[in-house]
């Protein structure tokens, strides 16, 4: 496949590319998305988690074209995101015991999202850095950061609203 003529029949300049790294894009993309659909169903009085999703929406587009362009990830976005994480455990630390169910009202089910789409983006690092590019590892640990992240902060939201977590035991790896 290859793009014609048309700009508007293009939706990104390597939609077409065959390699793991066009993919990697895609998802980063859909990560920033949930972020910012998270972001904005956020309910007013939790203003602390609003301005840490305003801040880390961004650094999901520096993931994003850090590996075809520049670096845009530094060790103290990590720095900052490691203790805005720390932070929100010591909220839920009772919570913290089990998996659970992705559960909840919005936002919800955005931040699962979002943790789901940075595990990809994850995954597909392990492709690209397969396929023979070099992965700074910076970027896998921001990923990693932003899914812990995530699921901590859908803990604290439901917390804060007095909704319990449903717990998963599975059956697969049980005791």
Known sequence: ??????????????????SNLCDFEVVT???CGHIGAAYSL?????????ADLDRVQPLAFHVNGSIRGRLAIEEG??????????HYHEEV?????????????QPIPQL???????????????RIE??????PMVLPRMCNLMCNFFFVLTLVINKRRGIDEIPFVSKSYGR
């Open 1 to 18: 496949m290859k793009p014609g003529r048309n700009r508007d029949e293009l939706c990104y300049p390597f939609i077409y590319e065959t």
């Open 77 to 86: 976005d990590l720095a900052w995101l490691q203790e805005r994480l720390h």
């Open 29 to 31: 993309d859909e990560l």
């Open 112 to 126: 699962h999202h979002a943790r789901s789409a940075a595990k990809k983006a994850v995954r597909l690092m392990v």
């Open 93 to 105: 630390r009772d919570r913290l015991e089990s998996f659970v169910l992705p559960r909840g009202i």
């Open 42 to 50: 956020l309910p007013p009085d939790m203003p602390d988690i609003a």
């Open 130 to 135: 397969q396929e023979g590019k070099d992965i």
